[in-house]
Structures are given as C-alpha cells and as structure tokens.
C-alpha cells in the first residue's frame, strides 16, 4: 500500500504541474483536434474548383456552350477570359490561372467532322491538378441538334492537352520545390523560437540585460545568422533535386532570392515571437510543431490548395508557407520572374513586419 501511495503521490504531482504548463495543456486539446478537423474537412483528394481561363478566338455560340458545359462539370472554375493564346500563357507562369481552354476560329467545322473541339493548356507542375484536368480529354459534349451522333466518343478525344513544365508528369517535379517550404518552416521556425528561452535557461539574458541594445536590435541580430543558414538549405534541397532527380530548374538565381529572403524572414519572425510567448525549449518547440502541421496540409505541398473548401483556404492563406509554395514552384518549375509573383512577396514582407513588431513589444529585458 506504500508504494501505491508514492506512486499516487508522484501522478498527482504531474496532473498538477501538467495543468499549471497552460501551453502543453493546450497541445494535448488542440494537436488532435486540430488534426480531426484538417483530415476530415479540409484535406480532400478529389481536386474541383480550379482557376482557369478561356481564350474564344471564333466568338460563337457553340464556344460559349462548350465554356458553359466545362464550367458545370465543377472540375474547373473559369475566372478569366484572354484574346490570345500568349496571354493565357503568361496567366499560367505567373499563377493566376492553372490552365487556359483555347477554342479555335474554325470551331464549327470541327463539330461537324467530330473534331477535338479545342486546346487544353495545362500546367503540369501540380501532378493532381494535371490528371483532374486530363480527366476532361474526353468529356462528353452534348451539341445541338445536327451534331453527328458518334463524333464525340471515346476513341475521339473532346479536347487536346498540352502540359506545360512537366508534361512526364513526375512527382518528384512537383514535391522537391515544395519541399523547400516545408523545411524551412521546420528548421527556421525551431530555430529562432528556443533562442530567446535557451538565453533564459542559460543564464544569458542578464548579459542582455545589462548592454543598452534595444528590444529591435536583439531580434535583428538574431535573425541575420539563420538568413545564411536558409539560403545553404535551398541550395542543397534544390541542388540534389536537380543532380538526383533531374527537377529542372527554369527561373533565376536573382529571382529566386527575391522570393527565398521575404519567407526566411517571415519565419524567423514567427519563431521569435513564439520564443518570446514560451517559458521553456519544449514549450517552444510544442508551438513549432502546432504551425507545421497546417503548413504541410494547407500550403498546397500534399493537396493541391484549389481542392480545399473555402474556410480551410483563409487560413492557408495565414501561413507563410502557402505563399512560399507558390513562389517557389512559379520561379522554379514555371520561370516566372519576381515581379510577376509580387503579390505574395509583399504578402510575407508584410508577414515579418508585423511579427517583428510583437515580438519586439512582448520582449522585455528582463528576467520576469
């Protein structure tokens, strides 16, 4: 009976100080629903809703009832209309549109001889988006009365596609640029979110306390050695992925440090204000861990981010890596240019502003 009182008496001790650690009392509610509710309801294979554009060049009724009728199969959403084809083009490297329809002048006589009706322009670097968008070969079109009654049958496709930046279709195109995101969110986040506690453990924020370096300075300074840090990351990640797995790389160095920069600063942001909300390394690295799963879910590394239900893509949109998975994968798979991305480098530019600010308001030099 002694030892069953010792052993009850070390439990409650550890449901007391569990219930008096607020932060890893949270994680034990929180990581499992937040889990439940990213499996069950935001995450979906089934990929609809994709953004695409039209290009009309015969301007007929029979074009806007082949529109009307892709529209409805909800595999695709159009959110655009272009004069040429080039335009369209540049939609899809710069990320407004995954793919264009383009519908030819001489329209009507392909109806009439059973024809593909039109072009699918598809980028191919999302492998789930490209096979939804395969899926629409050979949809059935239902015509106007006079349409030859086989001309749009299996062995005849409805549409031609051309994939645009991986027209293999190899996952490892798709997962390699992502990948980048995913680690440095990891690593950058962990990081700089037990800086701040590990100089509390240690000791060494007396040393701070006593030199008459300003809150912004401090986190300044503990910023600028993991920039470096990020930077020999992509380069190994995007290196190997080209040397092992052939992923090609179309865009340019200058570019893709304007787009790599803005989200290492965005997470080292991020992991100085948890730093700043944590009292110990493993309070830190609890709430490290609560950013990264949504990170690998949402930001469009596993599921495409155009199958997700609204509610789910706002707060993709949250996460820096949402917007990092974009620029990456624009620059590297597609070739676009940094101004051409430009929103969503302004988006984490922006990011890092604001968590800088609190982190550097919620710091104070002391030991309290």
């Known amino acids: 009976m002694s030892s069953l009182r010792r052993i009850g008496a070390v439990t409650g001790k550890e449901f007391r100080q569990l219930s008096r650690d607020r932060v890893t009392f949270a994680m034990v509610v929180m990581i499992p629903l937040m889990q439940l509710l990213l499996f069950g309801y935001a995450i979906s294979t089934m990929v609809r809703h994709i953004p695409v554009a039209v290009v009309d060049n015969s301007g007929s009724g029979a074009a806007r009832f082949i529109t009307e009728q892709v529209r409805v199969t909800q595999v695709v959403d159009v959110v655009g209309y272009y004069a040429t084809a080039e335009e369209a083009e540049d939609a899809i490297v710069d990320g407004t549109v995954r793919a264009a329809l383009i519908l030819p002048e001489n329209l009507a006589q392909r109806v009439a001889g059973g024809e593909p009706v039109g072009q699918w322009l598809v980028d191919g670097s ?92 401090l986190m300044v300074g503990k910023l600028v050695p993991y920039i470096f840090v990020g930077l020999v990351q992509v380069t190994i990640i995007l290196g190997l992925g080209h040397l092992i797995f052939n992923v090609p790389f179309q865009g340019e160095i200058a570019s893709l440090c304007a787009v790599t920069l803005p989200f290492i600063a965005a997470s080292l942001a991020l992991g100085l204000l948890f730093s700043t909300l944590a009292d110990t390394q493993m309070q830190a690295m ?80 002391s030991l309290d």
């Open 286 to 365: 609890q709430m490290t861990f609560f950013v990264l799963m949504p990170s690998i879910l949402l930001s469009g590394f596993m599921f495409p981010f155009d199958a997700m239900p609204l509610p789910a893509q706002y707060i993709a949109e949250v996460l820096p890596a949402t917007h990092y998975m974009r620029l990456i994968r624009g620059v590297v798979l597609r070739g676009a240019d940094a101004a051409q991305l430009l929103p969503d480098i302004l988006w984490l530019l922006g990011f890092t502003v604001v968590m800088l600010a609190v982190a550097t308001k919620r710091f104070r030099k």
């Open 126 to 217: 999302d492998t789930m988006v490209s096979s939804a968008l395969l899926g629409l070969r050979t949809m059935p079109l239902h015509l106007e009365a006079g349409t030859p009654a086989g001309a749009y049958q299996a062995a005849t496709p409805t549409f031609e596609v051309a994939l645009f930046f991986n027209p293999e279709r190899r996952s490892e195109v798709n997962i390699v640029p992502g990948l980048t995101a995913i680690i440095l969110t990891m690593t950058l986040v962990l990081f700089t979110a037990v800086a701040l506690v590990r100089e509390r453990e240690r000791g060494n924020l007396e040393l701070l306390i006593t030199t008459p370096i300003h809150p912004l300075e």
